[in-house]
């Protein structure tokens, strides 16, 4: 690289030297040549009269100052410093862009023909020079001006204050937004859509205009979107005493862009992944995603948007947050236990991963080269769970007196972590002084809990050792404050009493040394604890459960994901025993009693269907390489396969009855079918794998009314590799590859093909009319897929699969780093396989640092990697 990229850290944090607190922006838009008017009201806050603001890609036009034009400045890397100002002025800059040419899509660029912006983290900078700093906060006032044929909708923040004609058949739009916020919250919509409006009444009377953009002909996939917001708002109301604060909301969907959505106040920009939906296009998966990632953007206008994070080290402050929000968003619509296994599954997998990854990091970063980078399940998800152990430590009513005591000190302001963690202890009275490590403790803690059992005097003990491994960031660990819920039970099934010194004791138990016991009194007989309920910490657990425990436990915990922990207890300990066996020559095989305990779970009357799919899904592949140093990709693909198909042999039966009983006539997507659907398609998927697989895959495919039956038969025909796989892949093809959205499950599924030929139809699947390297999605579903979900073909031993990656990530590089450093991921962990393997990848990875243009994104993460 031609310059190294400088590392910043959160201890160097200083306040602005100037605040803005209100600007006025033109924007005169043209594909190639966009005109933008920036009008600043700066007071200077320090000692100093030199103001440095940031940019990037800018074509500088004029300087005014208080309206005379200003010839003190130089534009430097990275931005322009403007020297020898008053203590206050008005500050006028007018830059040009060129937003057809900005295919990194961050700033303003063009999208299917439609103007939009994605300004977070630092994308405003791309718009023009500012104080691109989220403890910058002022009120915006944007004019849009555009062609009206052709962007006959140009939406800004906030509130629309007027509007008008003008010369040469352009028109223009001005809005106002009356709340301060930073300039990574601004956005910008100019296009023609087709509109679904509705309204909602808030709690104390206001009436609100919803509105949906889509693109056109697409207004029939908007409904559930607008069902979504509609039920996040009235929730929101219930659950957190929190009333929608503008007279708009809207919400725009566009098919290329960085990230899921984004919660630009009061103008919500989507990625049309999670805003279009109908039977004939969506999956189930995909009408629970539009629900959630529409209640996350929507909760994002008080926990991000009217308290905003301070620094973007403080990012967890946010997201964390609001990621807890919308999950209890979802389990309070649908089930609370599957929303909460499908959660716990991503930290147990990749966030787990991450942690052990050189890129690991606390939820709060202690340093930066790339911002993008840190918009991780690190700081999103596992941010979640530190706020839900706050939750499970305080209860949920003084939680809410927390939440309000913060919006009462905060509301308006830019917070940290520190702020939120200050006004949950002041309004509980629970000391959180060591639960605070949590934000600047990287990796993931590791418990290792013993007990015993005294007869003679009715007391059972259990010893909690916890100890977390040295990152690459920190070398030190320190005792961390973890909530340990626990539950006891008789053979007979009942729930001991947890008493301690001849008193009622909560569940939850408050493990904050390296080495703890816990002793309960009058227990009768000797328990069988459920431990870590409700995965009450994002921690690794170790505890020496007899196989007849676990089935127990999976039958009568009082907790559904204790029941379903444990049956994933008992997978792992034959997943594990089996990878030792296959190693050693040996063949796979599983316990009559492990699969006897699963028939049951089958046959049961009283679990949900959504419940038992989840209890007959075994561990993924990347879940199972996170419990190994050294990963052997080929034994743990070889245990997962025969496992699989063991379990379809010995439960054929029952899986063909249930498969048969829930097939639903009509399609809907009340919780109850989804659940009927999730496990019937899990039927199919064992079911693929007897002799009438190819028959009941195909069938299904052929007679499905609706997108989640028509994917998952074409998921079973490839992981099994069925005879029908080429001939309903290719009749999907046929029929939508007009629409590149749904077009992304296809894509998905050749880049998880386990097939030996996998890259060759990659490759060849690259020129596909619906391809295309410049859109995200498509990137993500092809290419992402295969480096994700394909472990086999993609640790290929010939290193194929690397070169391949290393490829890809090359053009990315110039085109969008920041889709490149998220697809680079995998290759980071490249110390967890065998020599040949880590040789090969390695290659990769400095074949990419000595690129002379290698983008910060990838900067970071390679020289980490590298280091490591």
Excluded at 164 to 174: A, F, Q, S, T, Y
Excluded at 775 to 801: A, E, Q
Aim: charged content about 25%.
């Amino acid at each position: 690289m031609a310059h190294t990229p400088q590392a910043k850290y959160r201890k160097d944090y200083r306040s602005p030297s100037h605040t803005i607190s209100e600007i006025d922006l033109t924007f005169d838009l043209h594909e190639t040549q966009t005109q933008v008017t920036a009008v600043s009201n700066v007071k200077q806050l320090g000692t100093s009269d030199q103001l440095v603001l940031d940019g990037e890609g800018l074509e500088l036009k004029s300087i005014l100052v208080d309206g005379t034009a200003w010839e003190n400045y130089q534009t430097v890397e990275g931005g322009l410093e403007i020297r020898a100002l008053p203590k206050s002025f008005e500050l006028t800059i007018v830059t040009v862009i060129n937003p057809q040419e900005n295919t990194a899509l961050e700033g303003l660029y063009m999208s299917d023909g439609a103007f939009c912006t994605q300004c977070e983290a630092e994308g405003f900078r791309r718009i023009t020079y500012y104080l691109d700093r989220p403890d910058v906060l002022a009120k915006y006032t944007t004019t849009v001006i555009a062609e009206k044929a052709t962007f006959p909708y140009l939406l800004g923040n906030g509130n629309k204050i007027s509007q008008g004609e003008m010369d040469g058949g352009r028109h223009w739009v001005k809005w106002e937004d009356p709340h301060p916020k930073p300039a990574y919250l601004f956005a910008l919509v100019a296009g023609d859509f087709d509109v679904l409006t509705d309204k909602y009444q808030t709690r104390s009377g206001r009436e609100v205009d919803l509105e949906i953009f889509v693109d056109k002909g697409n207004l029939d996939r908007a409904n559930h979107a607008m069902v979504s917001l509609i039920n996040s708002m009235k929730w929101d109301e219930e659950r957190f005493g929190l009333e929608y604060d503008l007279d708009i909301y809207m919400i725009v969907a566009v098919d290329f862009f960085n990230m899921g959505a984004m919660e630009n106040k009061g103008l919500n920009v989507f990625n049309s992944k999670f805003v279009l939906a109908n039977d004939k296009t969506a999956t189930d998966t995909d009408y629970l995603g539009i629900e959630a990632v529409i209640g996350h953007e929507y909760f994002h206008n008080w926990t991000g948007n009217r308290v905003t994070c301070r620094d973007w080290f403080q990012l967890s402050l946010k997201e964390g947050l609001t990621v807890f929000r919308d999950q209890e968003f979802s389990s309070d619509l649908g089930s609370r236990a599957v929303n909460r296994i499908n959660n716990v599954r991503i930290i147990r997998g990749p966030q787990f991963a991450e942690d052990a990854s050189p890129m690991s990091h606390p939820i709060r970063p202690e340093k930066v080269i790339e911002m993008n980078n840190f918009y991780t399940l690190t700081v999103y998800e596992k941010g979640s769970e530190v706020i839900r152990m706050m939750h499970t430590l305080l209860g949920e009513e003084k939680f809410q007196k927390g939440i309000k005591l913060y919006f009462e000190r905060h509301d308006g302001t830019a917070a940290t972590c520190e702020d939120f963690v200050a006004a949950m202890e002041d309004a509980s009275g629970v000391d959180l002084k060591q639960f605070r490590l949590w934000y600047s403790q990287s990796g993931t803690p590791e418990l290792d809990v013993t007990s015993h059992f005294d007869e003679a005097n009715q007391s059972f003990s259990l010893t909690i050792k916890q100890q977390t491994p040295a990152t690459l960031d920190q070398e030190e660990k320190q005792a961390l404050h973890i909530p340990f819920d626990v539950e006891l039970y008789r053979k007979d099934g009942s729930v001991i009493e947890l008493r301690c010194n001849g008193k009622n004791v909560s569940n939850v138990l408050d493990v904050t040394e390296s080495e703890q016991t816990f002793v309960f009194e009058a227990v009768d007989e000797k328990p069988i604890p459920s431990l870590l309920r409700e995965f009450s910490a994002p921690v690794k657990m170790q505890y020496a459960y007899q196989d007849d425990e676990l089935v127990f436990l999976m039958t009568n915990a009082s907790n559904d994901f204790a029941r379903w922990d444990a049956g994933q207890m008992l997978f792992a300990k034959y997943i594990r025993s089996n990878v030792e066996q296959v190693q050693q020559g040996g063949a796979v095989a599983l316990p009559e009693n492990v699969v006897d305990s699963l028939r049951g779970i089958l046959l049961s009357k009283t679990l949900e269907p959504a419940f038992i799919a989840e209890m007959i899904t075994l561990p993924s592949h990347n879940e199972v390489s996170g419990w190994y140093d050294v990963v052997d990709v080929d034994a743990i693909a070889l245990v997962l396969k025969e496992l699989k198909s063991i379990l379809s042999t010995e439960l054929e039966d029952e899986l063909l009855a249930i498969y048969h009983n829930l097939k639903q006539e009509k399609y809907s997507i009340d919780h109850a079918s989804i659940g009927k659907r999730s496990l019937r398609n899990k039927c199919l998927g064992y079911l693929a794998l007897t002799e009438q697989g190819n028959a009941l895959v195909e069938a299904q495919y052929q007679v499905a009314n609706n997108m989640t039956d028509t994917i998952d038969a074409m998921a079973a025909a490839n992981q099994a590799q069925l005879a029908c796989r080429e001939q309903l892949l290719q009749d999907y093809s046929d029929k939508w590859a007009h629409d590149g959205l749904v077009m992304d499950k296809w894509f998905t599924l050749q880049g998880s093909n386990p097939a030996e030929n996998a890259l060759d139809v990659i490759k060849q699947t690259m020129s596909h009319s619906a391809f295309s390297m410049k859109n995200p999605n498509r990137t993500r579903s092809l290419i992402g897929s295969f480096l994700n979900m394909n472990p086999v073909r993609f640790h290929n031993k010939d290193g194929s699969g690397y070169r391949f990656a290393g490829d890809v990530l090359k053009e990315l590089n110039t085109s969008n780093p920041q889709v490149a450093s998220r697809l680079l991921d995998p290759l980071l962990k490249y110390r967890k396989y065998d020599e040949a393997r880590q040789a090969l990848i390695r290659k990769e990875l400095e074949s990419l640092k000595e690129l002379d243009n290698l983008a910060k994104d990838l900067f970071e993460k390679v020289s980490k990697a590298l280091e490591s």
